[in-house]
Structure formats: structure tokens, C-alpha cells
């Protein structure tokens, strides 16, 4: 029993902890996975009384309580309640059980509210606090966008509204009551149901919403806000009927049939595909111009950022309205991936997160065309994580400490996590991975959980060993696989050897073999036609799941080999089909002849795409070998003459892309992409100490020889694919082919740099009829030195001076363009009217879009770093999360030559050295000067 002497003898003792763990940003905590442990107490409700005010808002939280901390030993006092808060909330006031408790009863430091001597068994605790949202600039907690109040509560946030246990593994029910002027903030939106809602005396009104469901603190959400609505209504298969509710500013409107759709076509996808319901009677979406990231799956209220949400054909591109599609999938997916079953902490979020993109993926994949999909994703995998994997910010899926978990929401855990989530379903097939599905919901619906349990729902429900699968969640790194073959013809046997192995990274310094599904195909000569041959593996044991002609080899040792019977002739191997495993793979001996062969006849399109992609790599490498060779100028003529002397495109490789060029069998998504070069990024990846500037010249090399030996195929594809006169625009897979073939050939022919081309541009900037037309043409001329230029820029601006969403393209274009000195012409857009730093889209459209151009961000001078540089300061002291993003643009520093190696660190160590630095810049520049 706590007397009243034990009772000031425990805050002393709380008090030296805090001594022991200094919070001052100059020496931030990491936390780590292997030190999770349970919280003492649970908090089973929640109610939440909000006064929405102009200049203070007043938050109530009343939370029952239990304790969690088992039978303690004879003698030990009750653990103390340390609940999570940030600097910039007021505690007004404290009681326990309905007492209030005096300052000397409590412990508090910027980051926590300490309670010692609680009461036995379950209480009762109230916490008031004080709020400013109005001048909450990081868009976390409680803030206001545009007038209106919203939350952003994931991964952190909810400690900056009040002070609480800000951990998943916490579950409570939530009701929550607010109250504002009726005439600003006619809308008040919670989670769950509405209760209850009338007016108060002086022009007030309230609601209260109640959420049935347990949820962690991070789904709460609140919106109070002037706001237009569209609905629609929704029957689920069981018969549930729901209203599908979006909202936003009223001007707006016309401009939510999209992402309605999208949502009507999500909610049939996922009871189609794995069975799974809404669970609400309704569903809302809110749109707010500031936010962090993407969207928010907060329970029925998903707060989306307005650029993922408004789509008109005139204001949006064919890839907004397929991100708007996948975005809105994403976060009504997250209701079971997530919400109903969710993270036990924050180490596991790949759970929630990889699980959900793959489920956006194949609704993608499901709705459009899956082969387009795929390549997509894999081009971005490649050209962002694998980057993200090779380099200091490394970290396995599952990542082992962190110091702010916002920096953890990476290409890792989401692309890379979702391709591990990708292999069970390679390996299990589809209805295998339904019944893991199936058994995880059963298991673990309304439960924080972790990605063991996953795991083991997926093998026990198929009763298959999955341990070396388990590997992929520890280990970070892109693993290296490599393939050689040999064919023996009087036994007919074909033999693959594969080999493996993963480069050490941050923390692991060696690495075990993990279970890479080698999907394949053997091609046979068939006459020039390159048919599969059946596949028959010797001593078939389990190694090989039989499907047909396609095969998936199961490798998860050091080295390997698999040996097919009865192969008549040697056959060309189609390795790695639909790219079934993320890993870097190197086939012995694949000679241009075997790659052209299979660019031409492969029946997998991923591999078609993948054998352009080797040709073009091979040659970009090489030439940028020759251009770098003796030293020499980087000017666009120098670097083109030393290509061609070193034999320029091979006639072979045009001829290859002339006949993927005039397949009319072939999707036009599919030929833009097969006609795209690899991505800078990419081959960077092997080309240390290389030099962004040059590679680009190279490539642009290519890219223009390639267009003017294939100039007829291009301009009849132009013609072909042009619209008829006042055809209407639709967002089909169909018509967005014909667009993104037509405008890949108008992008190849404008490095030509003719002028009657660049007329045509110009024209076609004019006579546009949608934006994905509009801003294609646009961004041609953009990267054109020229009066073009300069006449088509201002007269876009004009026109959509009164679209931010649009004018974010036009900032994002010309931060990206790659027309040299552009640095000048980017500081003079920061000061410009249509930019606003405290918007984080405005940052990312400006400040990123400026870090992806390789000749102007590592411009010879440094001028591009030191530009970063400032600007991570100076947006630092807005919005620490947004920074942390545009830091990430120098973590790829070692990549580079020594002299921009030498410029790019010392602005991440003038950045670490910076007086006030957020927590979050300081991990991400720190961690890349390790
Ligand atoms: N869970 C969100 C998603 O669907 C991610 C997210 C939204 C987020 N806002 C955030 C993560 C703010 C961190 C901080 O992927
Ligand atoms: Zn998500």
C-alpha cells in the first residue's frame, strides 16, 4: 500500500532518470527494437472534449485507465505513468481519480508528464491542455490549413495535442466532443459515428463522434472547417449500406468524381480479392492543402493532401489521376491492413505499410494493366531504394533504432517492404496467400502485432517453412544474385548455378543468405519465334512450383544449382520474371544477341522491358567510360563527339527499339517505357565517383541519336496517337497509353533542338485540351535555353495563376530543368509570389524537384549545394519533417567525385553544426556524414 511517506519519495528518484536521459536535441535518444516492452498501464477509453478557439484551443482528456505491470514483488511500489508531450503544448491542469493533483504530485519536462503513487487497480485521469494551432507550422498534432482546424497524429503527433501513452500498441475506444463558432467551422468531423450535435449560446455549435472500434492514439482525427461535400452511397456485399463522403474548399468541388470513383472501385476491389468489408456507415475523406505527406488513413476520417484528391482534366495528368487512384486504394486498405489489425510499434510499420502498397499495387495492376504497373513500380524501386539501400541511411525493412520515426516512413519500408510482402505471394500463389490472409484477420483482428505474427500466419496457413523468408525483415541491403548456365546437349540437360550474396551495410557487417523466388522461362530458338519450353526440374522436391511453362525456382542458399531435363536445344533463360525478387541480378555470359532475342520475343512484357533496359545500361555505361576517358570538356558537343568516336549507338540497339517502336501489338505505355533510358540513379549505382553532369550529357547523347535515326517512327507515332479535334479526355488505360507513347516521342524528338520542333511544342502548349498534353509539351521546351521558354512559362502562369495545384508543376518544372545556370533562375522563384515556403507540396515541387536535376544541383561550383544547404535551414525552423526530406538530397555524397564529395559533405556538416537543428534533420545528416 503507498503511504503518504513512499509518496515523496518516489518523485526524487523519477527525477534523477530524467537527469540520466538529458531531452536536448544536442544529444538526441535512439530507440531500439530489442528494447520494446509493454507499457505499465493501458488505457481502454478515451474521451476528448475539444474548445476549437482563434486564439487558444482547450483540450480535455478524460482516460480510463488499467494497470498492465502483472503482480508486483512484496515491497515494490506501483510503476509511475509517464505519458508522451511536446515543448510547445500548456499543461493546465492534472487530476487523478478526480483529484487535482498539485505541481509537486507530477513530474514535468518538454517531453513527458511524469504521475507517481497511482492509485491500485483502474482509474481515472483527467489532462487539460493548452493548444495554438494556428501557429503550429509542423503540421503535426493539431493545426489549421487554409482556415480550418485538422490532425496529422501518425507517427507522433496525438503527444502534441495532449499528453497520452503516444504508442500502437495502446488501444482504446475514442469519443470525442468539439465545439467552435458555427459560422467559421460549420463542418465538425470526428471519428466513428455521429452522436450527437446542436448549437451553443454565442454563435456556437458542437458534435460528438464516437469510434466503436479500439484504435491506437495515431488514427484519432478531428476537422472543423468550412467545406464543401459530395456523396455517394455504398451497399457492401453483406448489405451494409454506407455513405462515401469527400470533402473540400467549395471551389473544389467539381473536382472529387475521381477520387470518389476510385474509392467506390477500392471498396469492391478488396471484398473481390480478399473478402474483406467496411465496417462503418460511413466513410469520409477530407482534402487540406498543407500536409506532410500523401494521405491519412485516420478510422473513417481519411485527411488526404488536396493534391491526391482533385482532379479535373484540365488541372491534372494521366499520372495524378493513377496517383489519386492508388492513394485513395492505399488509405481504405489500411482499414484492415493497419487500422483493424495494427503495429505493435513502430519497428513493425512495414507491417501496416508494405502490406498495404502491395494491396494499392495489384488493385493498380487490377484495374489498368498489369505489366505497366509492375515496370512502374520496379523503376522506382530501383531508382529510389535501391539508391536509399546502398548507401548511409541503409536499414532493413523492419529497422532496428530510430531517433524520429518520421524519418522511417522510406522507400525501405514502404517499396522494398511491399516487394517482400510480393514474395510470399510469388511463392504461395494466389490462393496461397489468401489463406494467410485469411488466418492473420482471424488471428489478429482487433490487435497490435508485429511482422513474426504475419509471418507465421502465412506459413502456418499453408504449412510451408517461410524461416529464411523471415531473413528479408532483418537484413537491409539489396542483395546481389548471380546466375551462370551451361547446356550439355547429348544428356539434354540445362544446368543454372546461382550464387548470392548481400554487401554489408550501417550496424551488419556480414550477411546471410535469404529465399529469392527465381521465377523463369526457358526460351527456345522455335524458329526465330522464342517460345517457352516445358520445364522439367530434376528431382522436383518442392524446389519448384510447377506453373506450366513458368517456373519459380525457390534459392535460399549461398549457391545453387538447378537442373532442367529433356531441354532439346540450348535455350536463352528469362530469369527473374516479373522481377519476383528486389535484388540486383547478373547473368553470366548474357550476351546482346540473347538480350536483343529476348526483347523481341519474351512472353513475360516485365522481362521484354528488363532485356531494353540491359542493352541501354550496357551502353550508357560505356560510353560514359569513353566520354570520362582523358580528361577533355563536358560540354554537350565535346562529350558527343568522344561517344561517337567510341562507335555512338550500335546499329543493333536501334534497330531493337525501331521494332518495339512499330509492334503494333504492343501497348503504348508499355513502348514509352521500353523506350526510356535508365535513370541516372540508376547507374550511378556502378559508377563510383561518377559525375551527374557528364552522365546526363551522355545520356542525352543517346537520347538524340535515338531520336534522329528513328525520327519517322516517332512522328508517325506523334500522328497516330494525336487526339482527334474535340476529343474528349478519358482516364482509361487506353487513352492514357496513346498520350504517354505520343508524348515520349515528342520528349525524344525535342533534344533534336530544331526549331520547327520547338514551334510545334510551343503550339502544342497552346491548343492543349488537358493537362497531361499541356504539361509534356511544356516540359520540352522547359528544358530548352530560349525565347520559348521564357514565353511559354509566363503565359502558363498567367492561366493558372488561380490553380496551386497546378502551379506546383510549373514551380516543379523549372526547379528540374536541366538548361544550364538554371540555380539563378530557382533562387529567383523562391521569392516569387506563387511560392510559399511554409506549404510543404510548395517545398517538395521546389526544393526536391531542384535536387533531382544532375546538372544543376551538382553544378561544378557548388552553387546547388550551397542553395540546399540554406534552404534546409531555413525550412527546418518551419517544418522539421519536410526538411529531413530535402536533407536526404546529400546523403548519396560518397557516390560522386572527390570534389563535389568534398562540397556536399561540408554542407552536411555546416548543417549538423547548426544551432537549433531539429531532430529530424540531425539524424539524417548525421547517419549520412557516418
Ligand atoms: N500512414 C500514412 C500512409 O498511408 C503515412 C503518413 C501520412 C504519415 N502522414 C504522415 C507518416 C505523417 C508520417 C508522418 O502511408
Ligand atoms: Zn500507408
Not at 494491396?359 to 487490377?366: S, V, Y
Not at 527473374?576 to 550476351?591: D, I, N, T, Y
Request: charged share 25%; glycine share 8%; with cysteine.
Amino acid at each position: 500500500m503507498a503511504t503518504a511517506a513512499t509518496e515523496t519519495e518516489e518523485i526524487p528518484e523519477i527525477q534523477t532518470e530524467e537527469h540520466k536521459l538529458p531531452p536536448h536535441p544536442s544529444a538526441p535518444q535512439q530507440k531500439f527494437r530489442k528494447d520494446y516492452a509493454p507499457p505499465p498501464y493501458t488505457i481502454s477509453a478515451v474521451h476528448l472534449d475539444f474548445k476549437l478557439g482563434e486564439d487558444t484551443t482547450l483540450v480535455t482528456s478524460r482516460l480510463h485507465l488499467q494497470p498492465n505491470y502483472g503482480s508486483l514483488p512484496e515491497g515494490t511500489s506501483r510503476p509511475a505513468l509517464q505519458l508522451d508531450g511536446r515543448k510547445d503544448i500548456v499543461l493546465v491542469s492534472v487530476a487523478v481519480g478526480g483529484q487535482q493533483l498539485g505541481q509537486d504530485q507530477y513530474l514535468l519536462t518538454e517531453k513527458a508528464l511524469t504521475i507517481a503513487n497511482l492509485p491500485e487497480g483502474e482509474f481515472e485521469l483527467e489532462v487539460v491542455t493548452q493548444l495554438r494551432p494556428q501557429d503550429n507550422s509542423l503540421l503535426e498534432g493539431l493545426y489549421k490549413s487554409s482556415g480550418n482546424f485538422c490532425t496529422q497524429c501518425e507517427a507522433e503527433g496525438f503527444r502534441g495535442i495532449t499528453y497520452f501513452l503516444d504508442r500502437p500498441d495502446v488501444m482504446a475506444t475514442y469519443t470525442t466532443r468539439m465545439e467552435a463558432d458555427e459560422a467559421a467551422y460549420p463542418v465538425l468531423l470526428g471519428n466513428g459515428n455521429l452522436k450527437e450535435s446542436g448549437k451553443l449560446e454565442g454563435g456556437r455549435h458542437y458534435a460528438v463522434w464516437e469510434d466503436p472500434y479500439p484504435k491506437p492514439c495515431y488514427l484519432f482525427a478531428l476537422v472543423a472547417g468550412k467545406l464543401a461535400m459530395k456523396e455517394r452511397a455504398f451497399t457492401t456485399r453483406s448489405g451494409r449500406q454506407v455513405a462515401l463522403r469527400i470533402f473540400v474548399q467549395e471551389g473544389n468541388l467539381g473536382k472529387v468524381d475521381h477520387a470518389l470513383d476510385s474509392l467506390v472501385r477500392s471498396m469492391r476491389w478488396d471484398e473481390d480479392t480478399f473478402g474483406l468489408e467496411y465496417d462503418l456507415d460511413l466513410f469520409n475523406i477530407v482534402a487540406v492543402d498543407d500536409f506532410n505527406m500523401g494521405a491519412m488513413e485516420n478510422k473513417s476520417l481519411n485527411i488526404f493532401n488536396s493534391r491526391l484528391v482533385l482532379a479535373s482534366p484540365q488541372t491534372a495528368t494521366d499520372l495524378d489521376y493513377s496517383r489519386i487512384e492508388g492513394v485513395v486504394g492505399h488509405e481504405y486498405f489500411h482499414n484492415w491492413t493497419g487500422n483493424r489489425v495494427t503495429c505493435r510499434d513502430w519497428f513493425q510499420l512495414t507491417l501496416k505499410e508494405g502490406l498495404t502498397v502491395f494491396r494499392d499495387q495489384e488493385f493498380t495492376a487490377d484495374m489498368n494493366s498489369r505489366p505497366v504497373k509492375r515496370i512502374e513500380d520496379v523503376m522506382m524501386l530501383r531508382s529510389s531504394q535501391f539508391t536509399e539501400d546502398a548507401g548511409p541511411m541503409s536499414h532493413p525493412i523492419r529497422p532496428e533504432s530510430y531517433i524520429k520515426m518520421d524519418n522511417f516512413y522510406t522507400v525501405t519500408v514502404y517499396e522494398k517492404g511491399a516487394e517482400v510482402v510480393r514474395l510470399y505471394d510469388t511463392l504461395l500463389g494466389k490462393e496461397g496467400f489468401r489463406k494467410g490472409m485469411d488466418l492473420y484477420f482471424q488471428r489478429h483482428d482487433g490487435h497490435a502485432v508485429t511482422c513474426d505474427d504475419f509471418l507465421a500466419a502465412m506459413a502456418d496457413a499453408n504449412g510451408v517453412n517461410l524461416d529464411t523468408l523471415g531473413r528479408w525483415y532483418s537484413q537491409s541491403g539489396t542483395p546481389h544474385l548471380h546466375v551462370s548456365s551451361s547446356y550439355d546437349a547429348p544428356s539434354r540437360t540445362y544446368r543454372l548455378t546461382c550464387k548470392q550474396h548481400t554487401p554489408p551495410g550501417p550496424g551488419q557487417d556480414s550477411k546471410l543468405p535469404v529465399l529469392i523466388p527465381i521465377k523463369l522461362g526457358l526460351l527456345g530458338p522455335d524458329g526465330g519465334l522464342g517460345s517457352d519450353m516445358p520445364l522439367r526440374l530434376q528431382g522436383a522436391d518442392g524446389s519448384v512450383t510447377d506453373l506450366g511453362s513458368t517456373g519459380v525456382l525457390r534459392f535460399e542458399t549461398t549457391e545453387a544449382t538447378f537442373t532442367f531435363l529433356d531441354v532439346p536445344s540450348e535455350p536463352v533463360p528469362s530469369l527473374l520474371r516479373g522481377f519476383s525478387a528486389p535484388v540486383k541480378m547478373e547473368v553470366e555470359g548474357q550476351s546482346e544477341a540473347q538480350l536483343l532475342f529476348l526483347l523481341a520475343h519474351d512472353s513475360d512484357p516485365f522481362n521484354r522491358w528488363e532485356a531494353g533496359q540491359r542493352l541501354s545500361r550496357k551502353l550508357l555505361l560505356q560510353l560514359y567510360a569513353a566520354a570520362t576517358a582523358g580528361g577533355g570538356a563536358h560540354n554537350a558537343q565535346a562529350v558527343a563527339d568522344r561517344c561517337t568516336a567510341a562507335g555512338g549507338v550500335p546499329d543493333a540497339v536501334v534497330e531493337a527499339f525501331r521494332a518495339v517502336l512499330e509492334d503494333e501489338t504492343l501497348d503504348g505505355s508499355f513502348k514509352a517505357m521500353a523506350v526510356c533510358l535508365p535513370t541516372g540513379n540508376e547507374l550511378l549505382d556502378s559508377l563510383p565517383g561518377g559525375d551527374p553532369p557528364l552522365l546526363h550529357q551522355v545520356r542525352m547523347f543517346v537520347v538524340r541519336q535515338l531520336a534522329a535515326r528513328l525520327r519517322p517512327q516517332l512522328e508517325a507515332l506523334v500522328k497516330a496517337n494525336d487526339d482527334e479535334p474535340g476529343e474528349p479526355y478519358h482516364f482509361t488505360a487506353a487513352a492514357c497509353a496513346r498520350r504517354a507513347i505520343k508524348n515520349r516521342c515528342l520528349a525524344m524528338l525535342s533534344s533534336l533542338e530544331e526549331p520547327e520542333i520547338t514551334a510545334m511544342l510551343l503550339r502544342r502548349v497552346k491548343e492543349a485540351t488537358n493537362m497531361t498534353d499541356e504539361i509534356a509539351a511544356l516540359g520540352c521546351l522547359v528544358e530548352l535555353a530560349g525565347p520559348e521558354r521564357d514565353t511559354a512559362l509566363a503565359a502558363f502562369y498567367d492561366k493558372y495563376r488561380s490553380e496551386p495545384l497546378v502551379l506546383l508543376k510549373w514551380l516543379g518544372l523549372q526547379a528540374t530543368s536541366n538548361a544550364p545556370g538554371n540555380v539563378s533562375l530557382v533562387k529567383g522563384l523562391v521569392e516569387h509570389p506563387a511560392f510559399n515556403i511554409t506549404n510543404p507540396n510548395n517545398c517538395y515541387s521546389l526544393f526536391l524537384g531542384f535536387g533531382r536535376s544532375p546538372v544543376n544541383f551538382h553544378a561544378a561550383d557548388g552553387s546547388g549545394y550551397e542553395f540546399m544547404g540554406d534552404a534546409v535551414l531555413r525550412v527546418d525552423s518551419i517544418n522539421h519533417q519536410v526538411a529531413a526530406r530535402m536533407v536526404s538530397c546529400f546523403t548519396t555524397w560518397r557516390q560522386y567525385d572527390s570534389e563535389r564529395q568534398a562540397m556536399m559533405r561540408a554542407q552536411l556538416e555546416r548543417i549538423v553544426a547548426a544551432n537549433g537543428l531539429s531532430e529530424n534533420v540531425f539524424e539524417i545528416a548525421s547517419k549520412s556524414l557516418k
